[in-house]
């Protein structure tokens, strides 16, 4: 319908509820495609999910891909993409070498380093030339969507989707198919920025810079996620195929190494400051989360 009247906003139920009930929290700008727009951002009243809504029909909205795969990304991810590989190792205690899957791998970033720790890594990355750059460093690497490949059940130990949530209209349809290729007592893992930290990330820079934006690239980051309704989103997804996680852990796993050595220094600080402050009880207010789900074996 939106395509006919040229409408190009979707308006979208709450991602890990299902509820239509928002509450709006603050505005966001990017220009998209040449043209200026103005998003909302808001809060679920059910579950407290923070998302993008109404959002930019990516559809409607031509030239334009709704990811940003990103080059010479490496050395920025690297703590966390090596923070990451270790707690991998330490929850799942797989013998051998554990058959990873990353989807959305983009240029092959986190499967060279979780090579590198001994995991064998295939990657999943639907922008064929991306996918091709990718596989130049030694990969196998699918480039269609997982719900159209026809990869055999509980075939992978490990499945990892780094800063992808966030990206997706609809996170429990692909999680559901990510948890069907895991085997019983693999380990599901996915990063994303912290809602807490974006939220408010959003209304400072509406202060200090008001009206000019993007504050948290609304046209590609339709979810926010914090522990609360990543446990929830989780859970609601295990529920729906019956079955269980022995091991659900929420927590951060380190700062990007920014290039401004300044801006790096004081993104660790901040975080490290309020990782001890979530050790005393408070929400986590890190900049970015991770979650870790175990399939019961
Ligand atoms: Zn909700």
Known sequence: MNSQTGNPWRRANCPVCGADRPAFLTHDWQTVAGRRYTFDLVRCQICGMVYINPRLNREAVTGTGGGGAWHDALQVN?????????????????????????????????????????????????DQQVAAAARARGFMVYDEPLEHLSLPGESFDVITLWDVIEHLNDPKSLLRAALCLLRPGGLLSFHSGNAAFQVTKGRILGVLRPGKGPYNAPFQHVSHFSPGTARRLLCEVGDFDHLEFDHLE????????????????????????????????????TTSLVAFARKAG
């Open 250 to 285: 929420f927590g951060h796993l380190d700062t990007l190494r920014y290039q401004s050595r300044p801006k790096y220094l004081a993104m660790k600080t901040y975080n490290k400051a309020t990782r001890w402050l979530n050790r005393a009880g408070l929400p986590l207010w």
């Open 78 to 126: 690297r703590p966390i993409y090596e923070a990451g590989c270790r707690r991998l190792k330490a929850i799942l205690r797989a013998p051998g070498t554990p058959a990873l899957l990353d989807i959305g791998c983009a240029y092959g970033d986190f499967p060279s380093v979780a090579s590198e720790h001994g995991f064998s890594v295939t990657g999943l990355e639907i």
